[in-house]
């Protein structure tokens, strides 16, 4: 899906020149950490970008280094020059985006993908029930224990990684409004996103009680569409820019507290939306407000007097960092404070948490090797807390996590923060 309406977006020539080449960002790379391979670190990254920048060919070579970034930004925490790596990184699949002929194939798959399937509720619900029905039937059971798609490839491999349908989808209650238990302290508009309410209905339903729990009423805005984060990831800027404009116009001037969502990797694209718009005389400076209100679920919990009526939760858990919230939002703290507070929940923090665990968006789809590669190390470390429970903040990470504990684990459970919170709430009992 080419971007033909936009000139060339290339990374800024002042984001380059703040990285010194120092090397510190080594050890936090996800993909040098597996290959050893100095292009395939943050700052040989930089350094192939600076070449294009200069002049040179985007080459079939650059294309490759460039995608196989997982961008998840862990060089930034690590980096104390303060590169902006994650902005570089997108500029740079926008530059190869609308200046690198794309294969006729690929280009059909991604203007579906992008263009309609991310934006249109009623095709995502088609396809979420055709996916219940073959996981219902007991078919996806029958394929999986035959083996017969690793036949084809890494088509098994694909296959354990499709995210579950969870009928009744939540777009039926976008354009509801919930009203706060007991006396309203705030009121808070809820991003939904696109994928999640097919694949993760019972969380956005879970967001919802925990923050009705906690004195919100909860907005679901009708007019909100895909936040565009998988459509920065992959170069798409123009396509981002629109549907951040329908964003905006949708949530902007309901007069609310916060505006929340529960998906991490969202949240870094939803609170980076006026660098998106930054050209953008008529959405700028809203676009700036809406960034303002733009909050993680997890960091508005923290931030407020939690209510404390939980019942017990006897569990064993460990945490994950999601990598757009850890490094992309610079949220760590506020995830395990909530967890502290759910009485009965044990604990234990895992060895080197904020690594990647290989989700990434779309990016276990389309580097399927590497993601895999990284998901084993990163259950090594799951596997060394004894946890029973992997808990993270970004429904793409709970799948990977839970292919992960089917392949590498001892079947741990994988959770998101919230519902951990919630499962407490529904056990209180006030006698």
Request: glycine residues 8%; contains cysteine.
């Amino acid at each position: 899906m080419t971007d033909s309406t936009a000139v060339s977006e290339g990374p800024k020539q002042a984001d380059l020149d703040r990285c010194v080449h120092c090397g510190l960002c080594l050890n936090a790379c996800p993909t040098y950490r597996e290959l050893g391979v100095e292009m395939d670190s943050p700052r040989g990254r930089i350094y192939q970008m600076v070449q294009v920048k200069a002049g040179a060919p985007i080459t079939p070579s650059y294309i490759e280094h460039i995608e196989l970034c997982l961008a998840c930004r862990a060089c930034e925490t690590a980096c104390p020059s303060g590169v902006p790596y994650g902005r570089l990184v997108e500029a740079a699949r926008a530059d190869i985006e609308t200046r690198a002929p794309q294969p006729w194939l690929k280009r059909i798959v991604r203007r579906f993908v992008f263009g309609h399937l991310l934006q249109s509720p009623r095709t995502l619900s088609a396809m979420g029930a055709a996916l219940y029905l073959y996981e219902a039937s007991g078919l996806q059971r029958l394929v999986r224990a035959s083996g017969v798609l690793n036949a084809f490839g890494r088509l098994g491999a694909l296959e354990a990684l499709t995210p579950p349908a969870a009928p009744p989808f939540f777009f039926n209650k976008i354009g509801e409004t919930f009203p706060a238990e007991g006396k309203q302290r705030y009121r808070v508009a809820m991003m939904a996103g696109c994928i999640a309410n097919v694949s993760f209905a019972r969380l956005n339903e879970a967001t919802v009680r925990v923050l009705r729990k906690n004195g919100c009423e909860v907005v679901l805005p009708r007019d909100q569409t895909c936040c565009g984060a998988l459509h920065v990831h992959a170069g798409i800027r123009t396509e981002a820019r629109k549907l951040a404009r329908r964003n905006i116009d949708a949530v902007l001037d309901g007069k609310f507290d916060a505006i929340i969502t529960n998906a991490a990797g969202c949240g870094s694209t939803l609170k980076e939306y006026d660098e998106l718009l930054e050209d953008d005389t008529g959405y700028h400076a809203r676009a700036k407000q809406f960034v303002g209100l733009m909050k993680d679920v997890t960091e508005f919990l923290a931030s407020i007097e939690l209510n404390p009526a939980m019942g017990r939760l006897p569990v064993t858990a460990t945490y994950q960092d999601s990598c757009h919230l850890a490094h992309g939002q610079k949220i760590k703290v506020q995830p395990r404070k909530l967890l502290a507070a759910i009485p009965g929940l044990q604990f234990t923090e895992m060895p080197l948490a904020d690594i990647c665990c290989g989700s990434a968006g779309i990016y276990n789809v389309l580097q399927n090797e590497m993601a895999m590669d990284v998901l084993e190390s990163k259950m090594a470390s799951v596997n060394a807390t004894k946890a029973r429970v992997i808990v993270t903040a970004n429904p793409g990470c709970m799948l990977q996590l839970e292919a992960g504990a089917r392949q590498h684990g001892s079947g741990q459970r994988v959770a998101h923060v919230v519902e951990m919170l919630d499962e407490a709430y529904r056990n209180y009992s006030a006698d």
